[in-house]
């Protein structure tokens, strides 16, 4: 497992429009070790967001993560490819 995360490109973009919408978003980038790269709440509900690129994909930590969160918390970590993405998953759009 790798200590510290890094961020996709279009990280920023989704954070921004997160905000811009009104959304609380809290960056978990640098977490690493499978870790989401969001925390997001937004009307009085909290969303785990994934940013990839458009071709990016899961690594084996961040699949292995998001598989026993979602089997244990049984809470969704949303998958998002862009802003729109983003918005449409926290239900701003």
Not at 13 to 42: E, K, T
């Amino acid at each position: 497992m790798r200590k510290h995360g890094r961020v996709d490109a279009n990280h920023r973009d989704v954070v921004a429009a997160l905000r811009q919408c009104g959304a609380f978003v809290q960056s978990l980038a640098s977490i690493g070790n499978g870790c989401p790269d969001l925390i997001v709440a937004y009307h009085g509900r909290i969303f785990l967001i994934e940013v990839k690129t458009g071709a990016g994909k899961l690594t084996a930590d961040e699949a292995a993560w998001v598989a026993e969160f979602e089997r244990i918390g049984g809470v969704p970590v949303h998958i998002v490819r862009s802003a729109e993405d983003a918005l449409r998953a926290v239900g701003a759009i």
